[in-house]
């Protein structure tokens, strides 16, 4: 911007006439006539915006800025890779377009492997507690005196092994004696569930003896034996077993010497063998 100074002159007797031109030369022609009269001042402001003059700068020419950079050998693109293969069988045709391959084959179907399940094991029937029947068998009273017996009997399963066994019997004895006799027995069993088995027993009891019908007498007697079971069903057994005992001495005897021959001995106990056969019903 250029600042002027402004004056305040007559119109008439002053003129002015300023051409200026801004080129590559500058060229300034003036000429006036000034005359200067008092006067009041009075200032008037006048505003005229003078444009500046105006400056251009050319630059030729061009910046650039950009690149790339490669390493290593150029090569041209790779070629697409070949259509996919496929063993797919004689119901898949080989003529497909290039670049499409064949569609892949139809999953596999396996059966399931067999799972074999492994049955429980048969839970066994429980065995019977409860029998009753009835047997027969001989006695033999301390080589004296030869008999046969004839009674019944019942037994309770305690466990699976132990049984609890009752007998009420009659034995005579030489025709003359009778002995009745009332007893229980432990047995042991070693195979319950086997056709055949083992038993172990022992026992204890009283025995009424009557001689000729005129004397009586009673005893305690105690047993061990030795029995086998055969069992052809589950309810129905047959059993053999062998007792030796004792019988315990008379409190006294018979007045008359043929019947001492066959009364129990009222000196000492009186050793006894016997032997039965038993068919017993299980429940």
Same mark, same amino acid.
């Given at each position: 911007?250029?600042?002027?100074?402004?004056?305040?002159?007559?119109?008439?007797?002053?003129?002015?006439?300023?051409?200026?031109?801004?080129?590559?030369?500058?060229?300034?022609?003036?000429?006036?006539?000034?005359?200067?009269?008092?006067?009041?001042?009075?200032?008037?402001?006048?505003?005229?915006?003078?444009?500046?003059?105006?400056?251009?700068?050319?630059?030729?020419?061009?910046?650039?800025?950009? /690149?790339?950079?490669?390493?290593?050998?150029?090569?041209? $693109? #790779? %070629? !697409? @890779? =070949? +259509?996919?293969?496929?063993?797919?069988? *004689? /119901?898949?045709?080989?003529?497909?377009?290039?670049?499409? $391959? #064949? %569609? !892949? @084959? =139809? +999953?596999?179907?396996?059966?399931?492997? *067999?799972?074999?399940?492994?049955?429980?094991?048969?839970?066994? $029937? #429980?065995? !019977?507690?409860?029998?009753?029947?009835?047997?027969?068998?001989?006695?033999?009273?301390?080589?004296?005196?030869?008999?046969?017996?004839?009674?019944?009997?019942?037994?309770?399963?305690?466990?699976?092994?132990?049984?609890?066994?009752?007998?009420?019997?009659?034995?005579?004895?030489?025709?003359?004696?009778?002995?009745?006799?009332?007893?229980?027995?432990?047995?042991?069993?070693?195979?319950?569930?086997?056709?055949?088995?083992?038993?172990?027993?022992?026992?204890?009891?009283?025995?009424?003896?009557?001689?000729?019908?005129?004397?009586?007498?009673?005893?305690?007697?105690?047993?061990?034996?030795?029995?086998?079971?055969?069992?052809?069903?589950?309810?129905?057994?047959?059993?053999?077993?062998?007792?030796?005992?004792?019988?315990?001495?008379?409190?006294?005897?018979?007045?008359?010497?043929?019947?001492?021959?066959?009364?129990?001995?009222?000196?000492?106990?009186?050793?006894?063998?016997?032997?039965?056969?038993?068919?017993?019903?299980?429940?």
């Amino acid at each position: 911007m250029f600042a002027l100074p402004v004056l305040v002159l007559d119109a008439a007797p002053a003129q002015a006439d300023v051409s200026v031109r801004v080129s590559g030369k500058v060229r300034v022609r003036a000429g006036a006539r000034v005359r200067v009269r008092p006067r009041r001042r009075v200032v008037r402001r006048h505003y005229r915006v003078t444009p500046a003059p105006t400056v251009r700068l050319h630059t030729h020419g061009g910046v650039y800025w950009g /690149g790339a950079v490669y390493v290593g050998p150029r090569y041209a $693109a #790779p %070629p !697409p @890779p =070949p +259509p996919a293969t496929c063993d797919c069988g *004689p /119901g898949y045709s080989e003529g497909y377009s290039e670049g499409y $391959a #064949p %569609p !892949p @084959p =139809p +999953p596999r179907r396996y059966a399931a492997a *067999p799972v074999t399940v492994a049955a429980p094991a048969p839970v066994p $029937a #429980p065995l !019977p507690r409860l029998g009753i029947g009835a047997f027969v068998g001989s006695v033999d009273v301390d080589d004296r005196v030869e008999g046969s017996e004839a009674g019944i009997i019942g037994r309770l399963r305690l466990t699976r092994r132990l049984y609890l066994e009752g007998e009420v019997a009659r034995t005579e004895l030489a025709d003359t004696r009778v002995d009745r006799r009332l007893g229980g027995a432990l047995l042991f069993d070693f195979s319950p569930r086997s056709r055949f088995s083992f038993n172990l027993l022992g026992g204890a009891g009283v025995t009424q003896s009557e001689v000729g019908g005129v004397f009586t007498t009673e005893q305690t007697y105690g047993e061990l034996g030795l029995g086998l079971t055969y069992r052809p069903t589950r309810h129905f057994h047959l059993t053999a077993d062998v007792r030796a005992g004792a019988r315990q001495a008379a409190a006294d005897s018979p007045d008359s010497d043929a019947l001492k021959l066959v009364a129990p001995s009222d000196q000492e106990d009186e050793p006894f063998t016997r032997g039965r056969l038993s068919a017993i019903v299980y429940f």
